[in-house]
């Protein structure tokens, strides 16, 4: 990807900046929100499943700073050109794998991971008219099959007694909850409304493997204002680089 066709954005507050596509795939607040909402403790393995320009991995470096170093970060992509950029935008200790998640990956080895993390394709195949931009096409699902077989790999990843927290469209719910209850429990819904008195539009979902837990579905956050100003709890996730507890 030529340099003429990438820009060079700041994000966190001007804490963090990151190198993404002009036109086609960019990162959006979902991926802040999604990182924010990650707790770790010391020697986790977390993998990042479509990790795009690797927005997630590095917003969850620039949060936790000098404690991130003792935790093992992975992300997967399948796109050449996003890749690229994740491996120009991260700290030398996130590695990034060259992969299609409904495959086996050389460096990522199944049922080890502490955290797996992922901000799956938004739109089924066939179901809306694709992005002329191919990183956006296929980030928003253009080539995506099943959004199940996604949910069913990603957890596949995590170790038992581990973490699958993803964030998508709140009409998804239903399918998302159904495939996760397979294989795990004391699932956390945390809804997010563009302004107060709106349905939700997005989720952020948490299950752990092997568990027998109680679904819960919290009261979430309002991420804008009546004046279409972000709220001050977006802010301070978005701005101020703060923890999103999703238990509470």
Known sequence: MSYS?????EFLGGLLTLKQPIKGYRITSDSIFLAASISVKKGEK?????AGTGAILSFIAARLGEGIKTLTLHGVEIQDDLIALARENGPDFISYFNGNIFRDIDGCKANCYDHVISNPPYYEKGKTNPSPY????????GDMVDLDLWIERSMRMVRPKGYLTVVHRADRLGDIVKIMSKKAGAIIIYPFYSKVEKDANRVIIRAQKDANGPLTLKSGM?????????SDEAEDILRR???LDITK
């Open 5 to 9: 066709k990438v820009s060079k954005d």
């Open 46 to 50: 977390i993998l990042d499943v479509g």
């Open 134 to 141: 191919k990183t956006k096409a296929v980030a928003q699902g």
């Open 222 to 230: 309002v991420v804008h204002k009546c004046d279409g100003s972000y």
């Open 241 to 243: 680089v703060h923890y």
